[in-house]
């Protein structure tokens, strides 16, 4: 999606837990009429997470018929796009000339590169029903030797995404690999991003990484001392064996990869160059980026 301004610190609460525990945060929710979203994903004290260099939270949001999500074309450069549903459908559009549903499990991964425009909306078939949406938006910086790669979009359907059970806790790994099972889901830094579903009661150990964030997308945990919430993300420290406990039904998102260099984020801009930053801007306002077929009529200004 879209950011609406150009400052896309979150405005969050920040806090400390036990040993194996950097920091919490607790994204307040914005109301964005209808909707709301929960940034985590850049804030003052934690720029990123691996490559992770945005995260935000989408809902649960219900919509009467006729009303729902409504992106307009907006652009990307030098980064990559993730986008997960736990319910839900998105219409994704781009200006390569992709049509795709995302839905629940699946995995669309658009990298920006150059640059590239998309549009997310919904299919008739939806928005003209009630529906809800619930979901998480994420960004990947790119090595700089890749920031300025030719634009591609992938769409990875959810059975193609390994699962499995580790002490009966269902487990999808969406991006690297962990459990002994890799996804398909081209990378370019070493990342990490996993989904588990526990049930009160139930223990999982943490896979490793040089850098790791757990995010509770529902329920609540106990990590050592700690108790975590629902909407936390907790940034771990570069322990093993680090172990969860459900005190509730919870639902976790684990993300995480290599610790790399200085990126800037400018609205929907992300490089390792801010000069590279300002001539996307003047690119976007100059109407130098591509359009998006079959969605070329409306777009998003650049905020300011």
């Avoid at 609406?4 to 920091?23: H, K, M, Q, R, V």
């Avoid at 914005?30 to 989408?58: A, H, N, Q, Y």
């Avoid at 090595?143 to 992938?154: K, L, N, R």
């Avoid at 998102?253 to 490089?271: M, T």
């Amino acid at each position: 999606m879209s950011a609406n301004t150009t400052d896309t610190d979150a405005d969050c609460t920040i806090t400390a837990g036990c040993d194996a525990i950097e920091l919490i945060i607790e994204p307040r929710a914005k109301d964005l009429g209808g909707f709301s979203v929960r940034r985590c994903l850049p804030v003052r004290e934690r720029r990123s997470i691996g490559p992770w260099i945005f995260f935000d939270e989408m809902g649960l949001a219900h919509f009467p018929a006729g009303e729902g999500v409504n992106v307009r074309p907006h652009p990307h450069i030098n980064l990559a796009t993730v986008t997960y549903l736990f319910t839900g459908e998105i219409l994704h559009r781009d200006s390569l000339g992709s049509y795709q549903a995302i839905r629940p499990g699946d995995i669309n991964l658009m990298v920006a590169g150059k640059g590239i425009v998309h549009s997310e909306r919904e299919r008739p078939e939806i928005n003209s029903v009630p529906h809800s949406l619930h979901g998480l938006q994420l960004w990947l910086a790119l090595p700089e030797a890749d920031e300025e790669t030719e634009p591609a979009f992938y769409h990875y359907p959810s059975a193609s995404i390994p699962a499995l059970e580790i002490a009966d806790v269902p487990v999808r790994v969406l991006i690297g690999s962990a459990y002994g099972v890799s996804s398909p889901v081209k990378t370019f830094f070493e990342t990490l991003y996993i989904e588990a579903d526990l049930k009160a009661g139930q223990q999982l150990i943490l896979p490793n990484a040089a850098e790791r964030g757990l995010y509770v997308a529902k329920g609540e945990i106990s990590l050592q001392d700690t108790q975590v919430s629902s909407h936390q993300l907790v940034v771990l420290r570069p322990a093993e064996g680090i172990c969860i406990l459900a005190k509730t039904d919870t639902r976790i998102a684990l993300v995480g990869g290599e610790a790399i260099g200085k990126h800037y984020i400018d609205w929907n801009f992300v490089s390792s160059s801010k000069a590279r930053i300002e001539q996307a801007k003047e690119d976007w306002q100059a109407g130098r980026f591509p359009k998006v077929p079959g969605d070329e009529e409306e777009f998003i200004p650049l905020p300011g």
